[in-house]
């Protein structure tokens, strides 16, 4: 599965839960090919199960099966799971994180951003974890439009966590320290992988409307104008980042 052959997979897994049907390790494959194929309900009870298997309870699991209610549209049973993940451990970044997105897509953006604060005193003391949270609270106060918020969890990134890998060179661009043309020959060096080069194009979009460059914002959208699309189709909530450039390019003459 892991070499991307999902069709190749579901005999040897129904094979293997049919010699140990309370294997956490094949509970949790088979919530990993069901969801690949679209089965978000049969995958979120291969998850769940997964985790009620094994005594030592590992939280992957459970915060699969709150992603894949989020994907069935079952908000509150995300959250339930969510927070049964956070009474047990308090400092797993992932429950802030995902708690933040559930009530952002619940449309209740305080709530949204109250837990990416709680997030960031709760892994207090962990710089990447910090860095991540303070990230992913800029890109909710980005999408809703406090810039102020944006400035100030960007400086906490770049002032107290200098050094974290990819986090605090993303918000250095976003801050407007390093140019986006910096930027990227950074991340031809540092980060070159496929996965890093579709985030960065979103982050770059921002650092383009954050700082106020208009004239890159609009040729930097028109040539990846279908890559940028195509994220937000993978995560509704780019949307809104996209809208953003889009009315800042619309409202230049």
Do not use: C
């Not at 030592?56 to 099966?65: G, N, P, V």
């Not at 960031?120 to 800029?138: D, H, M, Q, R, Y």
């Not at 770049?158 to 950074?186: C, H, M, N």
Request: no cysteine; aromatic share 12%.
């Amino acid at each position: 599965m892991k070499e991307g052959r999902w069709k190749d997979a579901l005999l040897p897994l129904k094979q293997a839960e049919a010699i140990q049907a309370d294997s956490h390790l094949t509970n949790d494959a088979l919530g990993l090919y069901y969801f690949h194929e679209g089965k978000i309900l049969l995958a979120r009870d291969y998850f769940k199960k997964a985790y009620e298997v094994w005594r030592f309870h590992d939280t992957k699991h459970l915060i699969r099966a709150s992603m894949a209610s989020v994907q069935a549209g079952d908000m509150d049973q995300a959250i339930e799971w969510l927070q049964i993940v956070r009474r047990d451990y308090p400092k797993e970044v992932n429950v802030y994180t995902n708690l933040l997105m559930i009530y952002e897509l619940k449309g209740d953006f305080e709530s949204a951003r109250e837990w990416g604060e709680r997030g960031i005193l709760a892994v207090k003391g962990n710089p990447e974890s910090e860095a991540f949270l303070n990230i992913v609270t800029a890109r909710l106060a980005y999408r809703r439009g406090w810039d102020n918020s944006v400035y100030k969890k960007l400086d906490a990134v770049f002032l107290e966590t200098p050094e974290i890998f990819w986090y605090s060179d993303i918000a250095k661009l976003l801050r407007g320290k390093i140019t986006v043309e910096s930027f990227q020959e950074l991340q031809k060096i540092k980060y070159s992988s496929e996965d890093f080069e579709s985030a960065s194009k979103l982050y770059i979009l921002m650092a383009l409307v954050l700082n106020k460059e208009w004239d890159k914002l609009k040729i930097f959208y028109e040539e990846n104008k279908n890559t940028l699309e195509s994220l937000v189709l993978q995560q509704n909530l780019f949307k809104a980042e996209l809208e953003r450039a889009k009315q800042a390019i619309d409202s230049r003459p």
